[in-house]
């Protein structure tokens, strides 16, 4: 597991690695059932940050490779 950030709110990192990091460090699997199948519609390599922190559940935000800004010199 690589590169997996973790602020007591957020978790920030690939899919793939959220969804293991997730999976390794949650003892009721029924929790996070849900936040699994919501994880497994993006694309494994796309950047995912998850807040946990909301008062009615957890919100998802991700990016894309389409989202990568390219500079040009």
């Known amino acids: ?3 997996i950030y973790d602020n007591g709110t957020n978790v920030l990192g690939t899919v793939y690695n959220v969804k ?4 390794r460090n949650c003892e009721d699997f029924e929790e996070i059932k849900e936040l699994i199948e919501d994880l497994e519609d993006l694309d494994a390599d796309a950047i995912v940050n998850v807040n946990y ?3 009615m ?7 894309n490779k ?7 010199k």
């Open 1 to 3: 597991m690589n590169n």
């Open 20 to 23: 293991e990091y997730i999976a």
């Open 53 to 55: 922190d909301n008062p």
């Open 57 to 63: 559940g957890y919100s998802i935000d991700y990016w």
């Open 66 to 72: 389409k989202d990568i800004v390219k500079e040009v």
